[in-house]
Each structure stands twice: as structure tokens, then as C-alpha cells.
């Protein structure tokens, strides 16, 4: 593999129950297994499947005319069994709407195929889910 296709987050705790991500090009995002606001790893991972579609989407159609709405919702079931904690029954919608007009029809009409083919094909966090990715995990020394 490529440098260029390495990618790297690493994650700091920083109190009981709270932690911070930090990517390579400096940005951070704070999230935590506690009561408050913080998104907890597992809303992380559904807004990671809706970034990563609404950003395909949003290239397909955006070039036809800018949306009036655009929203995602992405949901699913934690559930713990024999086999671990998982999420199943995950579903992502979206709702979208373009002002009226030759473009906005454009892109209305793109929108199914947009969807469909980020889903399919483009979505590297929807398709690496989907695909059941091995992750190795190791202790590293200090």
C-alpha cells in the first residue's frame, strides 16, 4: 500500500471518560463515554457513515444547483448477545430539496443514482462496514 492512502486519527484520553481525536492534518473533535453532549464512539461511527455519503451526494448534485435542505439521518440498534456488542438495523435517509427550475430538476433527478452509487461504490466508511474489514489490534510499549 501507498503512503498516500494511509490514514491516521490517534486518540488521547483526556479525563475519565472523555477523549480527544486528532488527525493528521491537526483537527480534533472531543467525544466521550460519559453523561453530557460529546458524541459517544458509537454516534461517531453513524455520522461517519453520513458524512461520508452526503459528501458524495453532495458532489453529484451541488454541481447542478445548491440544495435548499440537506439533511441525513442515520440510525441503528446497539444490541450486546453471545457474539458481543454490535449495531445492527442501520439505515440511512435522506431528504433532500432543490429549488424549482431546470437545475434544481437536474438535480432532483440525479438524486436516487447519486445515493445508489455512493452506497455501492463510493462510501469508503459505508462500504468498509459493509465489507466486514479485519482490525488488528496490538499493545505497543511504552
Request: glycine fraction near 10%; aromatic fraction near 4%.
Amino acid at each position: 500500500m501507498s503512503e498516500d492512502s494511509l490514514r491516521l486519527v490517534t486518540v488521547e484520553r483526556t479525563a475519565t471518560g472523555r477523549f480527544t481525536a486528532t488527525n493528521a492534518r491537526g483537527g480534533t473533535i472531543v467525544f466521550g463515554t460519559a453523561d453530557g453532549t460529546e458524541f459517544t464512539p458509537v454516534e461517531l461511527l453513524l455520522a461517519a457513515i453520513g458524512g461520508c455519503t452526503a459528501a458524495d451526494v453532495d458532489v453529484a448534485t451541488s454541481r447542478h444547483t445548491e440544495p435548499a435542505a440537506f439533511t441525513v439521518a442515520v440510525s441503528g440498534h446497539k444490541v450486546g448477545d453471545e457474539g458481543g456488542n454490535r449495531m445492527t438495523d442501520l439505515a440511512v435517509a435522506f431528504s433532500v430539496t432543490f429549488p424549482d427550475g431546470p437545475s434544481g430538476d437536474r438535480a432532483r433527478a440525479i438524486l436516487p443514482r447519486a445515493v445508489a452509487v455512493s452506497h455501492d461504490r463510493l462510501c469508503t466508511v459505508s462500504r468498509t462496514i459493509e465489507a466486514g474489514t479485519p482490525i488488528a489490534v496490538s499493545v505497543e510499549d511504552d
